[in-house]
């Protein structure tokens, strides 16, 4: 019986694994014509990312040309502005060794000619640099005498706005004689 029932066993067998079988690949067709759709809407959401990607890209590749434009652009008109600068210090340092040179030649003049009168000219004006002596000033210079009587009242303990309007002149007009006055004190007193 043994025998016999080998057969018998391996037909069941392999009738359920038939009927098996036959059950499991409706449901994994099913399955895949679900997959299908899911899986196609997953590429284009991909394809649609990947064009976003693509258009950023761009307009980032974009902005910076623009950029590098720019900063080109920035950077010549800089540089002409320098050498500019640079040309125009380049001038007023030669221009500085000139005036330098020539006040040395003036400086080097002057000490071996002491008796003479340096002499400047602007223009078409001479102007003569003189040195001169308080002493040798004519008697009219001397503030004191010349203006008597405005001292005597400040030495009386006047003040300056009654000496004003006696004298008929102004208060700061005064004040500049008092000042110019002590100046001239100074200079004898040296």
């Given at each position: 019986?043994?025998?016999?029932?080998?057969?018998?066993?391996?037909?069941?067998?392999?009738?359920?694994?038939?009927?098996?079988?036959?059950?499991?690949?409706?449901?994994?067709?099913?399955?895949?014509?679900?997959?299908?759709?899911?899986?196609?809407?997953?590429?284009?959401?991909?394809?649609?990312?990947?064009?976003?990607?693509?258009?950023?890209?761009?307009a980032l590749?974009?902005?910076?040309?623009?950029?590098?434009?720019?900063?080109?652009?920035?950077?010549?008109?800089?540089?002409?502005?320098?050498?500019?600068?640079?040309?125009?210090?380049?001038?007023?340092?030669?221009?500085?060794?000139?005036?330098?040179?020539?006040?040395?030649?003036?400086?080097?003049?002057?000490?071996?000619?002491?008796?003479?009168?340096?002499?400047?000219?602007?223009?078409?004006?001479?102007?003569?640099?003189?040195?001169?002596?308080?002493?040798?000033l004519p008697?009219?210079?001397?503030?004191?005498?010349?203006?008597?009587?405005?001292?005597?009242?400040?030495?009386?303990?006047?003040?300056?706005?009654?000496?004003?309007?006696?004298?008929?002149?102004?208060?700061?007009?005064?004040?500049?004689?008092?000042?110019?006055?002590?100046?001239?004190?100074?200079?004898?007193?040296?």
């Amino acid at each position: 019986m043994n025998q016999v029932d080998q057969p018998w066993v391996y037909i069941v067998l392999f009738g359920l694994v038939f009927i098996i079988y036959a059950k499991i690949i409706p449901r994994t067709s099913a399955t895949k014509g679900q997959a299908n759709p899911t899986l196609h809407e997953i590429e284009e959401a991909m394809e649609h990312f990947t064009a976003e990607l693509d258009e950023q890209n761009k307009a980032l590749i974009q902005l910076l040309a623009e950029t590098k434009r720019d900063y080109e652009v920035q950077t010549a008109k800089l540089t002409s502005r320098l050498e500019i600068v640079e040309k125009q210090s380049a001038l007023t340092n030669q221009e500085l060794n000139k005036l330098g040179f020539a006040y040395e030649e003036l400086q080097k003049k002057a000490a071996h000619q002491p008796e003479k009168v340096p002499v400047v000219e602007l223009q078409n004006t001479r102007v003569e640099e003189k040195i001169v002596d308080v002493e040798d000033l004519p008697v009219a210079m001397n503030l004191k005498s010349r203006y008597e009587e405005l001292f005597s009242l400040f030495e009386q303990g006047k003040s300056v706005e009654y000496i004003a309007k006696k004298l008929n002149m102004n208060k700061g007009e005064i004040n500049l004689i008092f000042q110019l006055a002590k100046q001239e004190e100074k200079l004898n007193a040296h």
